[in-house]
């Protein structure tokens, strides 16, 4: 398709739609530069011919997030949707969980929220789904991207339009249903300035938390950070602000809400993978069912901690993205998943599957709240095995050639391993590439490359059990390598060296 300009007489008339903006799991698209509104109505009636060629009943949950073009996007997609014959209910400003709570609530088959989630002001996006809990993986968007971009959806009669004005009551009333807290925290929530901040702050007042909020009012220019947790500017500002007020936990959460990052009571900010662990140990103690999904950029504690072992817990490593281990916690009825960028998914009794933010922030309190000593954050993290982990790095690298990028990466990493050659001078005893490429040192040391399923980009991770040192050698291996190549650039955020 023929990129059509803004300001022009065609960008009005005509259907233009980016191929870059279909990912993996979810579309996004810079606004209006690679999508306008006839095409948000293509894809509407893309989504809706998905619903109808499955045989669904066309009940479709809508919402927007807090940016300054969202409400007309969504208007477009609705469009789109009701010409395909869907029925949509539209929830307004949300998040993606409330959202993914509005399918079971009004017993509707089908989601449609536009949210460029964390992605920076410009962006904007829609995560899909079709049978609840789950969102679109790979086969549904490549359908997706099919009949969008070549017409080939159907008009069809029966499309409806109706306003739910008061989800927003019945979705908190059922995040805080198990009730407060006996014990009385004082929360730092940070929001930065997106729709979380609607929602998060009176969540955790209603379970009896004393909160301080902090970037809460609604601003979609993002004027002091970009809504994202694993972002270490934000991280920093909520570490600044819960040493300045002397509280037991911050929490920060991305724009759409369905992510979580935390710093303890002593400032420091804490890997969402670790917070996973103590997460799974309580979880462990508290449910009968012990089964757990992590990614792949997760830390190995959650195969080596001695607790988990001796609690029964089980957990299966899977591909990183929110739909990925949605899916997997689903097909194995895990107990919970959890992604190193904040995507937590509580099944039963917990949730219902879907990712949620608030419901991990409550999660964490309610296992202070059950912890036998009373201890503070910073000793239930002290008592996890130390590992040395960087947070999550995307140097850029351009959608087009990104994949290609990591399947040269990992040819050189195993044919390093085949012919007996080592990094930091230690054996490699494994390469997992069942999502990019995990590099694995005979030490324990590992690093983790893979693309951005969400941005142009690559992902890079390290850790290792053994040092600092240790881990910071394993980034300078991985850097070497990709800085090889002319399309990888410069680096979102980088470990000091």
């Known amino acids: 398709m023929d990129k ?9 008339r005509e259907i233009w739609i ?11 698209w810079l606004y209006p530069e690679q999508i306008n509104l006839r095409g948000l109505q293509a894809l509407g009636m893309a989504i809706g011919h998905i619903i109808h060629e499955r045989g669904l009943r066309p009940d479709v949950v809508v919402g927007h997030d807090y ?13 789109g949707l ?14 993606s969980p409330v959202a993914y709570y509005t399918q079971f609530a009004l017993d509707c088959p089908a989601v449609a929220m536009v949210t460029a989630s964390h992605n920076e002001n410009g962006w904007t996006g829609v995560k899909m789904g079709v049978e609840r809990p789950l969102t679109f993986g790979p086969d549904e968007m490549s359908r997706l991207k099919d009949l969008a971009l070549s017409g080939g959806y159907e008009t069809r009669e029966g499309g409806s339009y109706t306003y739910i004005p008061d989800i927003r009551t019945s979705y908190m009333d059922d995040l805080t249903k198990d009730g407060p807290l006996r014990r009385k925290l004082r929360v730092v929530t940070a929001c930065g300035n997106g729709t979380a901040g609607v929602y998060a702050p009176d969540a955790l007042e209603k379970i009896g938390c004393e909160v301080i909020r902090m970037d809460c009012d609604l601003d979609h220019s993002f004027p002091n950070y970009n809504p994202n947790p694993e972002d270490l500017e934000m991280l920093h500002a909520l570490r600044d602000k819960v040493v300045e007020c002397g509280a037991d936990i911050g929490f920060a959460f991305d724009g759409d809400g369905d992510r979580c990052g935390v710093v303890d009571n002593t400032g420091r900010e804490i890997f969402a993978d670790k917070v996973g662990v103590m997460v799974a140990r309580y979880a462990a103690k508290t449910y009968d069912r012990k089964q757990f999904v992590v990614d792949v950029k997760s830390t190995g504690l959650y195969k080596t901690d001695p607790v988990l072992k001796e609690l029964g817990a089980e957990t299966d490593y899977w591909k990183t993205g929110h739909s990925y281990i949605k899916r997997r916690v689903n097909a194995l009825n895990a ?27 409550i999660t964490v309190c309610r296992m202070m709240d059950a912890d036998e000593g009373g201890r503070t954050l910073a000793e239930i993290y002290d008592d996890l095995p130390i590992t040395y982990g960087s947070p999550t790095m995307s140097p850029y690298c351009p959608d087009e050639v990104k994949y290609e990028i990591v399947d040269q990466f990992t040819i ?4 390093k391993k085949e ?35 969400n941005k142009p980009g690559l992902v890079v991770v390290v850790e290792s059990p053994v ?3 240790s881990m910071k050698g394993m980034f300078r291996e991985i850097d070497g390598i990709l800085s090889s190549y002319p399309d990888v650039g410069e680096y979102d955020q980088k470990i000091e060296l």
């Open 419 to 453: 012919k007996g050659e080592t990094l930091l001078g230690r054996k490699i005893v494994d390469v997992i590439t069942v999502n990019g490429a995990r590099v694995v040192l005979e030490d324990g040391t590992w690093g983790l490359v893979r693309a951005s399923s």
């Open 467 to 469: 040092s600092e040192d």
């Open 412 to 415: 050189r990493v195993v044919e």
């Open 335 to 361: 107990l919970i998943g959890f992604e190193k960028s904040g995507h937590y998914f509580f099944n039963a009794p917990i949730g219902r599957g879907y990712d949620d933010g608030i419901l991990s922030a």
């Open 82 to 95: 009701m010409n395909a014959g869907c029925r949509v209910h539209d929830i307004g400003l949300a998040l």
């Open 4 to 12: 059509i300009l803004p300001n022009t007489e065609a960008f009005e």
């Open 67 to 79: 940016r300054s073009y969202s409400a007309s996007v969504k208007q477009a997609v609705i469009i």
């Open 18 to 28: 980016s191929e870059s903006g279909f990912r993996e799991y979810d579309a996004r």
